[in-house]
Structures are given as C-alpha cells and as structure tokens.
C-alpha cells in the first residue's frame, strides 16, 4: 500500500510555487516580445501602406483624400467636398473641386478623423466596414493617414488635385514649408528648426496599444496626432510611458521621384 | 523487517522521483538553451544585418530620390547634385541637415537625414549613417553636372589589391558598435581624421575603420568594404556613376519630353535643332545672364536643342521660323521652356536632337514619303517619329568628352566620343534625308538611349 503512496501534499505545493515562480518569470518578457512583435507588423504595415500611397500618386498624378467615418462618406473610401472651401457636405464622386478632401488633417476626434482609405488603395486587413487595421487585432486599431492641403503657386490643394504638383512644380512644392511637420516627442509645438520634417506630404499612423482609450485621456504626446491643430504638427518618437503611437511618412523627394518614373511629373 | 519496509518507503516517498524529474528537466533545460542560443545567437546577428541593410538601402534610395527631383527652375539646384554631409554632433540643433557648403570635398560626415525629409536612418545599434559624397556631385556653381560627369571616390573589396569601384558618387557607412580605441563622447580630443581636436562624437574615426590600409575615416578615401572582425565593423552602401548616370539621364529625358511637347501643343510645331557645331558659345555654368546663344537654325533638323529659338514668338501665331536670337524658349509656363540649369550644366553639349521635315513649321504633319518622318530601327523598328532626344549614356574610355572646365568644347565636336552605333552618328546638321536612328534593348550604362517625343 504503502509503495502506491505517490507525493505529498508539500512536495506538489512546492513544485506548484516553482512552477508558479518560473511561469511569472517568463510572462512578463512573453508580453513585452507580443507587443514588441506588434508593433513590428505594425511599422510594417504602415510603410505597405506608405508603398500603395506612393503608388496611387504615380497611377492617379495626386495624393489620395482621407477616408472618414462621416455621413456621405463611402466606408474605407477617400471623401471629398460637394464645394469649394469649407466642407459642409461630403461626396465619395470624384471631386468636382479638385482635391478638396472632406478632411486633410485637422480632426475633431470621434467625429470625422482620418482614416487609410484602404477600399481606394486595395489594402487588407481591413474590418467589416473596409477600414484598414494594424497588427493590434482590434475593431479600434484602425490605420490614420492626413495629407497636406497647402495652396501652392497659385494651385488649390496641390498635393491632392489631379496634376496639382505638376502644376505648382516640384520646385515649389519641395520649398514649401511647413506640409505637415512632424515633431519629436521632446517639442510638441516644435517649428522648421527642431522638427524632425517640416515637409512631408503625408503621415501614417496607428494608436497602437490604446486605441480604445477616450481622447480626453491620452497624453498631450498622443493628443496631437488626433487634434485640429492648425500647425499641422504630428508627433513621433520611441515607445514610452505616456506616448505608444506608431507614426511614419515620406519623403517628398521620394513622391516626386516616384511621380517622374511614372511620368507624371515633372 | 516492517522497519526496513518503512525505510524502504521512505526512500520512494517521492523525494528521489522529484529530484531524478529536476535532473531532467536540468539537462533537457540545457539542451535546449545550448541549442537555443546559438540558434538564437545567429537568428539576432541575421536580424542585426537586416536591420543595418534596410538602414542603408533606405538611405540610398532617399538620396537618389533627392537629386533626381531636383527641379529648381532658376538654376540653383540641378538634377544630380546630393546635399553635402552634417557635419555637426547629435546634439546640435542643426545636425540632420546639410551642411551649407562643401567647399572643403571630399569630406566625411553623417548623413543629412532631414535634409533628405526622412526619418533618421540607423544601424542595428542605433547609431546614424555616416556619408562621403564626391566632389563632382557636390551643390556647386561651377562644376556642371551631366552624362559626362564621373564618381571620384574608390572602394576596394577586402584583401583586393584592384578597386571593386573606382568611380563611386557616393558612399553611405552603417559604423557598428566603437571597436577598441574608439571613444564617442562629447569630450574634445585630437581627430586623426581632421588633424585637429573636435568632439569625439564628430571624428569620423571613432566611428569608422581601416582595413588593409584603406581607411573609412578618410575625407576622400580610398574606401573599403573589409572583412567584418574585432577591429573592423563597417558596413556600406555605394552609387556607383554607372547606377547613377542612367537614372539622370531619364529624369533629363523626362523634362525634354514634356517641354517638347508643350511646345508642340501650344504652336502645332516642333523647334528647327541649333547646329551641331554650335557649341563653342555655352560656357560651362554660367549664370543666366551670361548665357550666349546656342541658335535655333533655319532648316536644320538634327543638332543641339536650341538655347535661342526667335524673338518674336506669339503663342497665338503658327510657329515662326529662327530668325534672330534674343529670345528664349517661349514662356509657357514653368514646364514649357527648357530650364535654366540645363544649360547652365552643358546638357546641351551631351542631348542631341532630331526632328521630322514634315513636324517643323510649314510641314505637313503627316508621314507619307520616305523621311518625312524619323525612323528609329534596332530590336524593334518605330516609325512616323515626330522628334527624338538622344543622350549618349556614361562615356566609353576610349570615348573623349569635354572636360568641365570652361570653352573647352573640342573634344565635344566629335561625334564618335558619344554615339556607339553607326546610325546615330551619321546626318546630324546635314538634312532631313537622314532620318534612321538606331537603338537597342541594351541597358549598359554607356548606351546611346533614344526618347521618343510623340504628341
């Protein structure tokens, strides 16, 4: 009987607290190498996108509008205005203003913030609405893109208007300053001088692991991807406590490069 | 006997079976982790490499982007020029940016990521790029940049005692982790690279090394891609004149194909050619205003583009032959007239230009007689050719271009130093009778590369 015995309850409580000791040693980096993977994917995704905006512009001569989760706005498509100047109504027609995006970069969040319009560029993933996704796997993760709405040598929104760059010439739009300006998170109301851009032509972004939290809640950081600031400024940097945003442009030497191969520029 | 049994079961409590299970696991645990970790060890140096390759090929291809859209229209900047390097620490307000002047080229220093409009490019251990850009292609008024222009810089290849390049336009270093003796403080101490003392955190050869004795941390090497060791840990990315030229010389085609045909569209002609001769009045790079003529000339149809095409243009008027020479292309905008750098860069000694007789002004527009139009034969035949542009590619060694110093243009006039094939070297200034061009599917470098202009 006695050999049947088998372990004590002392001897399975100890192993138990080993397992336990060792499982919570391994949990914490585990969490830290899933985000750090998502993250990754994320970066990636972000310059696919990067790529197919890229390539838009080289088929089409303009940048694409944002998409916006807005009455008259088509789900995942780029969205214009019905008029010239303001927007008070929105169309998914091709714009008879040209290049007059229904949003270009100053938000109102929760309420018309822009999005990849991943339907126009044929991205995936996207969710059920054909909004583009990170690699967070959430319906909140969604992918943000504002564009530069700049009037340029006498040409309306340049950068979106069908042949507006070939029109305001590269010469001009390069010495344009600022298009969007991107700051280090160590100046948010950075200028031309600290900024880390004063020139891209367009951002791409994800919220990353906080997607779900209420705007009043973010960091000043994270609020100034998502606000209507008038200077157009973004913000990019590391990961860190209070700022997890995952920001990315381009160059735009790259775009007009891109635009003379595919012979729509100069 | 009950006792023994009782010591017996003592000793297969349990105690023996849990240690014999944490040997186990000990030595599975080791396995595992030796196996692991060279696994491991060789999977972080592949992601280490990979992520110093995206590092440069991102660099590069934001540099090739910069200088081929270059479009200043007055002149200031061309297509081909690069910035000059940042020469200034991390912590300067002003590093990222290019340095202002490079009077002093060759001369290392980081690359100007700002400049370029990119986010900061670095290593797999986070340390920025670093940059060597050759004279030839440096923001200059007085060297001119066009098919003729070549790399200065020379890259070997390990223990080769012959150059992998000799003719590199630029050089991009990813630096690596300090090797021994190198220090990358703040703190002020004598550069052997600049012969002076500077911060260490801006002397190039606390970053970058030597190799069988060429030496990265030199202002204008010879350059080396050494074998990685203890001692040396650089890695490179080139532009060579041979990937450059090319690309340059489809971004010139691109401007002359649209200027081309807006003059087209707005006239319904295309401009009779300058003589092939005439080219001993462009001097090299000068400013505008001290341009002389390179003069549209009635009845020639193959040539130079023509500087000068008349004075009295009317976009509302039929095309008006060249008759005198004080004015330039019409102003149709910035896109409709050749702009100011391509003569001030002698582009103009290295395109050449043919047009059909029926598509200069008084033709017919049609192509019904045997060279009425141009005819381009090669891999494929093309006919009823409206006009061409031709640039003659990097030249040939035994292939003699003008040097870039000014007026010196003798070498210019010989057709055989640009064009290869037979065909493109015959009838130019003479007549339309000969209208046969040849191109091929030929992607050398040093091919005559024939565009099109059809509207």
């Known amino acids: ?138 319906t ?40 969007l300006t991107i700051c280090p998170t160590s100046a948010l109301t950075c ?15 994800s919220l ?33 406590d209070d700022f997890d945003d995952i920001l990315t442009w381009e160059s735009v030497n790259v775009l007009f490069e891109r635009m003379v191969r595919s012979g729509k520029l100069p | 006997m009950r006792e023994r049994e009782f010591l017996n079961v003592r000793k297969q409590a349990g ?125 200059s008024t007085t060297v001119a940049i066009n098919s003729n222009s070549l790399g200065q810089l020379v890259v070997y290849q390990g223990d080769e005692t012959t150059p992998l390049v000799s003719q590199a336009v630029v050089v991009i270093f990813a630096v690596g982790p300090p090797v021994a003796g190198q220090n990358r403080s703040a703190v002020t101490a004598l550069c052997p690279t600049t012969g002076t003392a500077i911060a260490e955190n801006v002397c190039a050869s606390n970053y970058l090394e030597a190799y069988s004795g060429k030496n990265n941390a030199s202002n204008s090497g010879p350059y080396t891609l050494g074998k990685i060791t203890d001692s040396f840990n650089d890695h490179a990315a080139l532009i060579t004149t041979t990937d450059f030229i090319p690309k340059i010389e489809d ?11 807006t003059y087209y569209q707005t006239t319904g002609f295309y401009p009779y050619a300058a003589y092939y001769s005439d080219i001993k009045k462009v001097a090299n790079n000068k400013a505008a205003s001290q341009l002389e003529q390179a003069n549209c000339a009635n009845g020639v149809f193959s040539g130079r583009l023509p500087q000068y095409i008349n004075e009295l243009f009317d976009p509302t008027l039929p095309n008006l032959p060249c008759t005198t020479y004080s ?49 381009i034969e090669g891999d494929i035949t093309v006919q009823d050719v409206q006009a061409i542009v031709i640039l003659p590619g990097i030249p040939l060694t035994t292939q003699l271009r003008p040097t870039l110093t000014p007026d010196d243009v003798s070498a210019g006039l010989d057709i055989r130093n640009y064009f290869e094939d037979l065909e493109n070297r015959q009838g130019w200034n003479l007549s339309p009778d000969n209208y046969i061009y040849k191109s091929t599917s030929s992607t050398l470098p040093s091919r005559d590369r024939i565009i099109v202009i059809k509207n």
């Open chain 1, 1 to 138: 009987m006695n050999k049947s015995k088998g372990f004590s309850l002392i001897e399975i409580a100890v192993v138990l607290v080993i397992i336990t000791i060792l499982l919570a040693f391994l949990a914490v980096p585990l969490a830290t190498q899933v985000d750090q993977r998502r993250r990754a994917e994320t970066a990636k995704q972000l310059d696919l996108a990067k790529d197919a905006i890229i390539g838009f512009a080289m088929a089409n001569g303009r940048l694409p509008c944002p998409a916006l989760k807005v009455t008259g706005c088509a789900n995942g498509s780029e969205c214009f205005c019905q008029a010239a100047g303001a927007c008070t109504a929105t169309t998914v027609k091709p714009p008879l203003f040209p290049g007059n995006c229904a949003a270009f970069n100053n938000f109102t969040p929760g309420i018309n913030v822009g999005l990849l319009p991943a339907a126009t560029l044929g991205i995936t993933p996207t969710d059920d609405l054909g909004y583009a996704l990170d690699a967070y796997n959430s």
């Open chain 1, 140 to 179: 909140t993760n969604l992918v943000y893109y504002a564009v530069a709405e700049n009037t340029i040598a006498g040409v309306a929104n340049a950068l979106t208007a069908e042949n507006g760059i070939k029109a305001a010439t590269m010469s001009s739009v390069a010495a344009t300053t600022p298009l």
């Open chain 1, 191 to 205: 200028t031309a001088a600290n900024s880390l851009t004063s020139a891209a032509p367009f951002v791409v972004f």
């Open chain 1, 208 to 240: 990353a692991g906080n997607s779900a939290a209420p705007f009043a809640s973010l960091s000043a950081k994270e609020k100034a991807n998502l606000d209507n600031d008038s200077n157009r400024r973004y913000v990019s940097g590391n990961k860190t």
């Open chain 2, 15 to 139: 105690l023996v079976f849990l240690l014999l299970v944490m040997l186990l696991l000990l030595v599975a645990g080791a396995t595992v982790f030796v196996q692991a970790g060279g696994s491991r060890l060789s999977s972080i140096k592949l992601n280490r490499d990979q992520i110093t390759t995206d590092a440069l090929a991102a660099a590069k291809n934001a540099l090739l982007a910069y200088t081929i859209s270059r479009d200043d229209y007055s002149g200031s900047s061309r297509p081909g020029e690069f910035p000059c390097p940042t020469t200034v620490s991390p912590d300067d307000p002003t590093y990222g940016k290019a340095n202002t002047s490079c009077s002093s080229i060759p001369k290392i220093g980081r690359l100007p990521w700002r400049t370029l409009g990119i986010q900061e490019p670095l290593d797999a251990y986070g340390e920025p790029l670093w940059y060597a850009l050759s004279g030839n292609f440096k923001p």
């Open chain 2, 251 to 261: 971004r010139i085609a691109s401007s002359l194909s649209l200027t081309l045909k």
């Open chain 2, 327 to 375: 004015q330039g292309w019409p102003a149709l905008g910035a896109n409709g007239a050749l702009p100011v750098w391509f003569f001030k860069n002698n582009w103009n000694t290295t395109v050449f230009y043919a047009v059909a007789k029926q598509y200069v002004v008084g033709g017919s527009k049609t192509c019904v007689g045997a060279g009425d139009c141009l005819k």
